[in-house]
Nanobody, 125 residues
Framework: VQLQASGGGLVQAGGSLTLSCAAS????????VGWFRQAPGKEREFVAT????????YYADSVKGRFTISVDNAKNMAYLQMNKLEPEDTAVYYC???????????????????WGQGTLVTVSS
């Protein structure tokens, strides 16, 4: 499976962007489909994930109420709708899939075994 993230760009604070993640080679038949981000000089951090078993969604506190993760099974796509963007949201955003079981929490990067290449989001103040 390969993941291709897209949709990043430059946006003013308070604006919105929708990131897309296209899966090729297989469906999103996995435990979790998630988004992480990495700002310059910082570690990769959890943003949001969706449990394929339960359909439940989970968000980092910093984005709760502003970001929404979703999956379109028919199109093999995942999305991250980002509203009320803040300069602190500036980062490279990665989509990831947990296709096999690993003994890590869903908010840890090690839980995910397949990653997209990242798309840059820049929020200007």
């Amino acid at each position: 499976v390969q993941l291709q993230a897209s949709g990043g760009g430059l946006v003013q604070a308070g604006g919105s962007l929708t990131l897309s993640c296209a899966a090729s080679g297989r469906t999103f038949n996995s435990y979790f489909v998630g988004w992480f981000r990495q700002a310059p000089g910082k570690e990769r951090e959890f943003v949001a994930t969706l449990s394929r078993n339960s359909g439940n969604t989970y968000y980092a506190d910093s984005v709760k109420g502003r970001f929404t993760i979703s999956v379109d099974n028919a199109k093999n796509m995942a999305y991250l709708q980002m509203n009320k963007l803040e300069p602190e949201d500036t980062a490279v955003y990665y989509c990831a899939v947990a296709g096999s079981f690993r003994a890590y929490r869903f908010d840890q990067p090690q839980r995910y075994d397949t990653w997209g290449q990242g798309t840059l989001v820049t929020v200007s103040s």
